[in-house]
């Protein structure tokens, strides 16, 4: 049986998540960001926390940036969200990526999506996660991703 190591997102995200929730309620103000809304797999209640969120070409997917805290485990256990944007729902499946489809992903869709970004790589070595641009495959072994559809 493989054992999950649970991850922890940095001291500031704690402090910067109640902003940012504050914030996407009121529309897209933070770039590629957005609410999700996902049944706790304990508690059943409904637990919102702002992502990430990769959407080209029509399709969307979210990043674990920090490995397997709790919005991640609570995703894969469900299977299924609410994407929250200002006025805007979206209700989502969710399926993980796994294996090469997940290096690929970070080597072919996030890699040149960051490059594009003004000051994208910056951003990802605040976050510490330089290794999305330098090591897809090693991003890909400790960074969960799920592919979004509309529900």
């Known amino acids: ?21 504050r914030l996407l309620h009121v529309g897209p103000l933070l770039g590629p960001n957005a609410l999700i809304t996902i ?7 409904a637990r919102t926390t702002p992502i990430a969120l ?15 805290v ?13 994407l929250s944007v200002g ?18 992903f970070f080597r072919d869709i996030v890699g040149p999506y960051v490059r594009r970004i003004p000051m ?11 290794d999305i641009l330098k090591d897809p495959a090693a991003a890909a072994a400790k960074r969960p991703v799920f592919e979004l559809r509309a529900a």
């Not at 959407?55 to 979210?62: A, M, P, Q």
């Not at 209700?91 to 690929?104: D, I, Y």
């Not at 994208?120 to 330089?130: N, P, T, Y």
């Open 1 to 21: 049986m493989a054992t999950v190591t649970k991850s922890q997102a940095p001291s500031f995200v704690r402090v910067f998540n109640p902003i940012a929730r």
């Open 39 to 45: 049944r706790g797999r304990k508690s059943g209640l």
């Open 54 to 68: 990769v959407e080209i070409d029509g399709k969307r997917w979210v990043i674990g940036t920090f490995g397997e």
């Open 70 to 82: 709790n919005w991640v485990r609570n995703l894969r256990a469900s299977g299924a969200a609410t």
């Open 87 to 104: 006025n805007r729902r979206d209700e989502v499946l969710a399926s993980e990526l796994t294996g090469e489809a997940r290096t690929a």
């Open 120 to 130: 994208g790589s910056v951003l990802l070595a605040v976050l510490g996660a330089r």
